[in-house]
């Protein structure tokens, strides 16, 4: 069902053609599928400096669950470690216009920041999503953190296609804004299934 609890307006058939539609762009989008065996999992977790030395508090994974610090020291014993410098506002500083795809490290710095797609309401993961540009590329925007959010297929569609809008508020996180006919004051609105990530460092 949508946020306000209505059902949803697609057909069983189409809801099925969509699931399939991003299983398969899921499987295409970068090495979410494992090329030899014994490949180790790739985890991402959020956690500040100060807890990770210390082993108290608690870190946010990429899908919103919390691990503690001491159960990430253990993961991280093991793995590839990728900081990332973020803001007292709890947002990645920008790294840099390159091309028109985003870069590896654009995309780590997007999930640290959105988490999943921004659509309120939505429950997709970062995985299951694309960056998109607030201001088009072929318009001149460039591929740069401030200009880039995480959306789902479908609410990607929606953004493209039914006016809704999708902006950086003033702390620097997405939020999304309705068309006039959904609600005249065209109050910006945000995914409260995300919650907004502490200053700390990204862990991969």
């Known amino acids: 069902p949508a946020q306000n609890g209505e059902a949803d ?21 970068g090495d979410q599928l494992p ?30 669950e919390d691990l503690t610090a001491a159960a990430i020291k ?31 490290g654009q995309w780590s710095a997007l999930v640290i920041r959105d988490t999943g797609c921004i659509f309120p309401g939505c429950d997709r993961p ?4 694309q960056a998109h540009h607030l ?3 072929e318009e001149g925007g460039p591929t740069d953190l401030d200009n880039l959010v995480l959306l789902c297929d479908h609410h990607h569609d ?9 902006e950086l508020g003033a702390d620097g996180h997405p939020q999304v804004i309705p068309p006039p006919w959904i609600d ?9 299934h995300w919650r907004p990530l502490p200053v700390g460092a990204l862990w991969e």
């Open 9 to 29: 307006p697609r057909l069983p058939s189409q809801r099925r053609a969509d699931a399939i539609s991003d299983l398969v762009g899921l499987a295409l989008r």
């Open 35 to 64: 090329r030899q065996r014994g490949n180790r999992a790739h985890l991402l977790v959020v956690i500040t400096e100060e807890n990770l030395r210390t082993s108290r508090g608690l870190g946010l994974t990429g899908s919103g």
């Open 74 to 104: 253990r993961i991280a014993c093991d793995a590839k470690i990728t900081p990332v410098r973020i803001d007292g506002n709890g947002v990645p500083l920008a790294v840099g216009r390159t091309r028109r795809t985003v870069t590896p």
């Open 126 to 129: 970062a995985a299951w999503c």
């Open 135 to 137: 201001i088009p590329w």
């Open 158 to 166: 929606t953004i493209h296609h039914h006016d809704w809008e999708a």
């Open 184 to 192: 005249p004051s065209r109050t910006p609105r945000r995914n409260q």
